[in-house]
Antibody
C-alpha cells in the first residue's frame, strides 16, 4: 500500500525553526517528484514547494522562498521541509504528496504547525 | 503567478442533481489542471488530472473538461458521499496554484 506519513509539527515561536519529515512506503520513492501543500485553519489549499525525484530541481511559493528548504533522502525514502524564520501566517496543516506529471496522489494525513508566542 | 478563480465558492444541491464547478486561469495553462476533493478532517484526494483524465477508482459521474483558461468539473448525478469541498490546481507554471475552493452542501 502506498503510504505517506508526516511528522515534526508542533508549536513554535515566531522567528523559530521546525523541520518536517514525510516517510514514504509502498512505492519506489526515488522515481517520483514530491511536494508540500499547506492549509491554514479553515482556509483553502496552498502549494508550498516541490522537488524532483533526484533532488536536482526545487521550486517554492514566493511567501516561503528563502525561509523554507525542501530536501529528500532517497536512501531513507524520506522527504523534508526545513522551515526557518517562521511567521504567524505559516500556521497550517502541512501535507506531503507524491507527484506524477502534476497529479498529486496520494497525500499524507498532515502535520500541524502552529506559530505563536 | 497564475491566478485561479474558482466559482461558485459554495453551492447547495440535492442528491441526483447535476453540478458544475468552474475554474478560470489568469493565463493559458494548456490542459495542466487537476481537481481535488476534500472532506472535513481528511486529506485532499485527486479526482482528475490533465483536465479530463479520471484518477483510478474515481466514479465515472465525475468528469472534467476545458482548455486554455477555462475549465469545469461536472458531477453528473450528485451522491451523498460527494458533499465536500472541491479545488482546482494548475501545474503549468511555478508556483503551482489552487483555486479558492467550492463547498458543495446538501440542499
Amino acid at each position: 500500500e502506498v503510504q505517506l506519513v508526516e511528522s515534526g509539527g508542533g508549536l513554535v515561536q515566531p522567528g523559530g525553526s521546525l523541520r518536517l519529515s514525510c516517510a514514504a512506503s509502498g512505492f519506489t520513492f526515488s522515481s517520483y517528484s514530491m511536494c508540500w501543500v499547506r492549509q491554514a485553519p479553515g482556509k483553502g489549499l496552498e502549494w508550498v514547494a516541490n522537488i524532483k525525484h533526484d533532488g536536482s530541481e526545487k521550486h517554492y511559493v514566493g511567501s516561503v522562498e528563502g525561509r523554507f528548504t525542501i530536501s529528500r533522502d532517497n536512501a531513507r525514502n524520506s522527504l523534508f521541509l526545513q522551515m526557518d524564520s517562521l511567521r504567524a501566517e505559516d500556521t497550517a496543516l502541512y501535507y506531503c504528496a507524491r507527484e506524477w506529471f502534476g497529479e498529486l496522489s496520494p497525500w499524507g494525513q498532515g502535520t500541524l504547525v502552529t506559530v505563536s508566542s | 503567478d497564475i491566478q485561479m478563480t474558482q466559482s461558485p465558492s459554495s453551492l447547495s444541491a440535492s442528491v441526483g442533481d447535476r453540478v458544475t464547478i468552474t475554474c478560470r486561469a489568469s493565463q493559458g495553462i494548456r490542459n495542466d489542471l487537476g481537481w481535488y476533493q476534500q472532506k472535513p478532517g481528511k486529506a485532499p484526494k485527486c479526482l482528475i488530472y490533465a483536465t479530463s483524465s479520471l484518477q483510478s477508482g474515481v466514479p465515472s459521474r465525475f468528469s472534467g473538461s476545458g482548455s486554455g483558461t477555462e475549465f469545469t468539473l461536472t458531477i453528473s448525478s450528485l451522491q451523498p458521499e460527494d458533499f465536500a469541498t472541491y479545488y482546482c490546481l494548475q501545474y503549468n507554471g511555478y508556483p503551482w496554484t489552487f483555486g479558492q475552493g467550492t463547498k458543495v452542501e446538501i440542499k
